[in-house]
């Protein structure tokens, strides 16, 4: 008897597009009754999103608007700095999406440092010095719009993650000044809302610094924002630090290296990883939570949409001007999120 | 570096345990255990699991903390002085019964991460010596995998090479076999055996009493927390004198 070895191909309505909605939008009854309520209810929803947007709304708010949104209070001449800024980041970025794939460590390095560079050069040229010729001082509390919650949101995110890690470690700690500092600092700043943190930075910094030095508004509530994201980060950590298998610091211990070094070398860099996707939601709820600063009179991108519904000319187009607020926020969270994932998938997450 | 040198040690005493008690909470673990070993001895202790043979060869090298007694090695007192520790834990290489390796780097880097981090060797010199000791247990091809990608025995090798990277004078193993599956269980025993000839100071904590016969100076049984019976393997299997004993080697010898 012969045995039937030919190759064949896989008939048609098994794979492909066809096999696909097959399998997944139709497979029972009940099933394709689910996909036609679906798609008549997307279909609805959208039509009625759809004409509302490219029929009866007024797109001039946002249009005339733009560089309110985008850079709040600004100087017109000076405008030229921040596109200055984003060039410079939509290069590194190129760059970094280029060059980190080839794993030399030299270049990524580099890459690292550049990052940083690039930062401190912005915040720079933004922020300007008192007579300087081609930048003049712009002070930080006129910077608002979107240009504001953007520099809270990375100072918080930038700032909260190491001192989140000491804090983590302190709770851990042998020491019992240390240990009991760290978990009450948590506990307390868990428990309050961001709010009533951010009142307290406004009201109770100035208590601490000398009477000559006056911190702005705005620094207030990036310390504020810190304060409050270390306390969230300080748990994701300590939570990824304890999924770490006791063996790793017996191994770390036995083979000679000191406490810090078992930290730094061997614990941190598997908790870290483990730890991406809780991190990174902290950080895009606190790009999010930028939005309260309205409540202690700054004005992010929120609060710019606020003052624009106001306008005398564009009464009642509160439509708009939130939905296009919503895009930009949506835009900035899943570009975090993205490459979060990018992220996750280089450092080899969930395979050992 | 400094280091406390116990005045009446013998310098071929590589470990000296004195009366060691130690408590887990109200469980009294380790009852008064005398043990000495000189240089270039192996000895294997076995026992019933619960005994506390883990717990001891983990107390000389500060993983677990003694409450009681005194542990010397190698003229240096363990103490609650960091420094002491640190300096024992440098003359002790630990092979476990679960391996643990640092998964997240490769078998090379898993063996010169101490060397140059401790000893401050250059990377060239820890590479050059971690190739050559992944050689000496047989598997120098796998130098560039993760851990993950490795067999058991494979792992385990890896983890003996790690321990050996720092040239300690005593190694300890925790039933190094335990996790492995028979047919790799060999390749790591050869690794041992050979170590052993080579006149390297072992504790191995095993069932596995073909290697204790070949190699083994001195066999203990430890049994609820204390050595009932020492001898060298040529009157251990045959002339045992506790009844324990006895009992405890019926059990294993027949499987």
Redesign the interface.
């Known amino acids: 008897m012969t045995v039937n070895t030919e190759v064949l191909k896989p008939p048609p309505t098994e794979v492909g597009v066809l096999g696909w909605l097959k399998k997944n939008l139709f497979g029972t009854w009940y099933d394709t009754l689910l996909t036609i309520a679906s798609v008549v209810f997307i279909t609805v929803t959208l039509r009625g999103v759809l004409v509302w947007a490219l029929r009866s709304a007024e797109w001039g708010v946002v249009r005339t608007n733009i560089k309110v949104f985008m850079v709040g209070r600004y100087p017109y001449d000076e405008i030229w700095r921040v596109w200055a800024s984003v060039g410079m980041f939509v290069v590194m970025t190129a760059v970094t999406l280029i060059v980190w794939r080839r794993e030399i460590p030299r270049i990524r390095r580099a890459v690292t440092i550049a990052w940083i560079a690039i930062l401190v050069l912005t915040i720079i040229l933004l922020k300007g010095f008192g007579d300087v010729p081609l930048i003049p001082s712009v002070p930080i509390s006129i910077w608002s719009g979107l240009l504001l919650t953007l520099a809270l949101g990375v100072v918080g995110i930038v700032a909260s993650f190491p001192i989140g890690i000491v804090l983590a470690l302190g709770r851990r700690s042998s020491l019992p000044v240390v240990k009991v500092f760290c978990t009450m600092y948590i506990e307390v700043i868990r428990g309050v809302p961001l709010i009533s943190v951010l009142f307290m930075s406004m009201l109770m910094i100035p208590l601490f610094l000398p009477p000559s030095l006056r911190l702005d508004n705005v620094l207030r509530a990036m310390v504020g924002m810190t304060l409050f994201s270390a306390a969230y980060v300080a748990e994701n950590v300590r939570g990824g630090l304890q999924a770490i ?1 006791q ?2 610091y ?9 406490e810090a ?1 078992v930290m730094v ?2 614990v941190l ?2 908790a870290l ?1 483990a730890m991406i996707p809780a991190i990174v939601g902290q950080f895009i709820s606190l790009y999010k939570d930028t939005s309260l600063v309205v409540i202690v009179g700054l004005l992010d991108l929120l609060g710019i949409a606020k003052a624009v519904t106001g306008q005398q000319q564009w009464i009642g187009l509160q439509k708009e001007v939130y939905a296009f607020a919503g895009i930009i926020y949506f835009v900035t969270c899943y570009a975090m999120s993205y490459a979060s994932r990018r992220l996750e998938k280089q450092l080899g997450v969930g ?2 | 570096m400094e280091r406390e040198r116990h005045e009446t040690s013998d310098p071929e005493d590589m470990i000296i345990c004195r009366d060691v008690h130690k408590w887990f909470g109200d469980f009294h673990v380790l009852r008064g255990v005398n043990l000495t070993l000189k240089k270039g001895e192996v000895v294997v202790i076995c026992g019933p699991s619960g005994s506390g043979k883990s717990t001891l060869i983990r107390t000389i090298n500060r993983l677990e903390e003694h409450q009681q007694g005194d542990i010397i090695v190698d003229g240096i007192e363990l103490t609650h002085d960091i420094r002491n520790v640190h300096a024992i834990r440098k003359e002790i290489g630990m092979v476990f019964q679960h391996f643990n390796l640092f998964p997240h780097l490769t078998a090379l880097q898993n063996v010169t991460l101490a060397p140059i981090y401790v000893r401050r060797w250059s990377k060239d010199k820890a590479e050059e010596v971690a190739r050559a000791l992944l050689t000496r247990v047989g598997i120098p091809e796998q130098a560039d995998k993760y851990p993950g990608q490795l067999s058991g025995g494979q792992q385990q090798r890896v983890a003996i090479a790690r321990a050996l990277a720092m040239q300690p004078k005593i190694m300890f193993f925790d039933e190094p076999t335990s996790a492995l599956d028979p047919e790799m269980i060999k390749e790591v025993l050869d690794v041992m055996i050979e170590l052993a000839k080579g006149g390297m100071t072992m504790i191995v904590v095993t069932h596995e009493m073909g290697f204790a016969r070949e190699v083994s100076h001195r066999i203990i049984f430890f049994d609820e927390g204390n050595v009932v019976e020492e001898a060298p393997p040529a009157t251990f299997f045959t002339n045992c004198k506790e009844p324990r004993t006895k009992l405890f080697l019926s059990q294993i010898l027949s499987a």
Do not use: D, T
């Not at chain 1, 017996?250 to 000191?258: D, F, H, I, S, T």
């Open positions: 298998p063996g790793q017996e191994a770390g211990r036995a083979v000679g290296l000191n070094f070398l061997i860099p598997q990883r395979e050992r």
